[in-house]
């Protein structure tokens, strides 16, 4: 059974319960983190889950289907920039995806035993933001379509288009070798473009 601020609730009047004691504070934010690099073994790699503070005393092995939607979209998103990159013969050194979401669970249980959620947390999964970081010495405008293809087309960011989106993308310019690259005009620091998706 979940545990919400530590304390283990099994029924709708325990969840209830923990809800009105702790209010607001319920609302948090998961971070799901999906990484490749050329030492990986397969695109699938297992991502890392970062619960919001009234989660964190559930076990590390176990992720809730509600956590699963965050798991999934980081993994599956983020798997494919490295097979679009391959398909495309775009050099991709590595790629950290995180997919970054607000959640409030009171929305599921709102007019049980008096709760009222708030208006916004009516289907729980109030944002989604998304943050791609390439290392790569190909183009920036190779690595923005990379981009563009790969949040657009992605089978679980599409059953997830309900849910506000906005995206980032940071583009670390380097060699194989671990040297940076330099473009015509230098780049002191990472490029960053943050958008807004369209809902689908």
Known sequence: MPAIFGEVVSSVADIVSVMKKHGDAVRGTYRARYHFDTESSGYYTTPILERPASMQANEPGVVYPWEQIFTAAAVCAGSDYP????HEGIDLQSIDFVVEGVFDPRGEFDEMDGLEAPVDARHCFLS???CATLRSSASLVALEKLHERAIAYNMVLGALRGIPMTSELVVSFGMRDGSTLR??????RPWTRRASLPQM
Not at 83 to 86: C, D, H, I, R, V
Not at 183 to 188: I, M, W
């Open 183 to 188: 473009d015509p005009s230098p780049l002191d």
């Open 128 to 130: 989604l933001h998304l």
């Open 83 to 86: 097979m679009l990159a391959a």
